[in-house]
């Protein structure tokens, strides 16, 4: 006979920088429902700063990269700080997917956690982990987004295929927090 006992699911986060990120949003939060840009200190969090997306919230469904961290940007393949969500990504689908994502946070005022495979050719090309964080400057309007990215290439030989090139993509995980 076998029992089964109940107890905490494990946690999604399973990266570790984006666990430290996530702690670190938690600290700097308080009692408050979120933090604000102010509180977000970039020498407190130099392991998470080359994974970090600071995106500023223009409106509904509006966002645009104000801060992409220097391994996005290699994994990428393009800095598109300064640029729209609109302008930065080009495949329509994963688009709409990712200002899904945006919207989620935004709206709710909560982390977001999310995980996609992607795919080329059929073949597994890379996992991508991705953590949104509101911010607020008035602890109730979401006004920017502090996001940790780990982008996990398979093979080395598709880092090289970037993200200009969108692959079909299959989203595996969506929690709140």
């Known amino acids: 006979m076998s029992i089964k006992t109940t107890g905490p699911e494990p946690s999604p986060l399973s990266n570790e920088l984006i666990r430290e990120g996530y702690d670190y949003w938690l600290r700097k939060r308080g009692t408050r429902a979120m933090p604000s840009r102010a509180d977000i200190d970039p020498n407190e969090i130099k392991r998470v700063l080359p994974h ?17 961290g220097t391994e996005c940007v290699i994994a990428h393949g393009i800095n598109a700080a ?8 080009k495949d329509y689908q994963y688009k709409a997917h990712v200002i899904g994502l945006y919207d989620q946070c ?3 005022r909560r982390p977001l956690y999310s995980e996609s495979l992607f795919y ?16 607020s400057n008035d602890g109730t309007t979401v006004n920017m987004v502090f996001a940790i990215q780990i982008i996990q290439f398979i093979d080395e030989k598709t880092q ?6 969108m692959k079909p993509h299959k989203e595996i995980i969506r929690t709140s927090f």
Not at 54 to 68: E, F, N, S, T
């Open 52 to 68: 970090v997306l600071l995106v500023d919230v223009l409106g509904p469904h509006q966002y645009r990269y104000r801060l992409i």
């Open 82 to 89: 300064g640029l729209t969500l609109d302008e930065a990504l």
């Open 106 to 108: 935004v709206k709710d």
């Open 120 to 135: 080329q050719s059929g073949a597994l090309d890379h996992h991508l982990k991705v953590l949104f964080m509101p911010l």
């Open 160 to 165: 090289n295929n970037h993200f200009t090139s």
